[in-house]
């Protein structure tokens, strides 16, 4: 059974920084791509990054240069450091468990929530102007 659990949200003003972990338990192969989604009140839920199990990344453009994704070797821990946040960056952040889109068998292209199964329950972040 996977299990996926964030932690690490929180209020911080524009400019700061958080770091985003999720404690991630049963996956299997199949689960390729570990990436973190985010929601803001009335919008869709957007990939923000993606990391797959080879260590190649890939990261929405307005996130691009600000934050930065990883796992531990095991896979046990998935990462999200986040800095200079913007208020347009307040919003429910997930991690989830799917499967890695590929351009060409080479570049990891970002994640899209229909491709994710498994999905934890959410931690938010507020940035304040």
């Known amino acids: 059974q996977v299990q996926l659990v964030e932690s690490g949200g929180g209020s911080v003003q524009a400019g700061g920084s958080l770091r985003l972990s999720c404690a991630a338990s049963?996956?299997?192969?199949?689960?390729?791509?570990l990436g973190w989604f985010r929601q803001a009140p009335g919008k869709e839920r957007e990939g923000v990054a993606a990391?797959?199990?080879?260590?190649?990344?890939v990261y929405a453009d307005s996130v691009k240069g600000r934050f930065t994704i990883s796992q531990d070797n095991a896979r046990n821990s998935l990462y999200l450091q986040m800095s200079s946040l913007k208020p347009e960056d307040t919003a429910m952040y997930y991690c989830?468990?799917?499967?890695?889109?590929?351009?060409?068998?080479?570049?990891?292209?970002?994640?899209?929530?229909?491709?994710?199964?498994?999905w934890g329950q959410g931690t938010q972040v507020t940035v304040s102007s």
């Open positions: 989830a468990a799917g499967s890695c889109r590929w351009s060409g068998g080479l570049w990891l292209l970002p994640p899209r929530p229909y491709e994710y199964n498994y």
């Open positions: 990391i797959a199990n080879d260590g190649r990344t």
């Open positions: 049963g996956l299997t192969y199949s689960s390729n791509c």
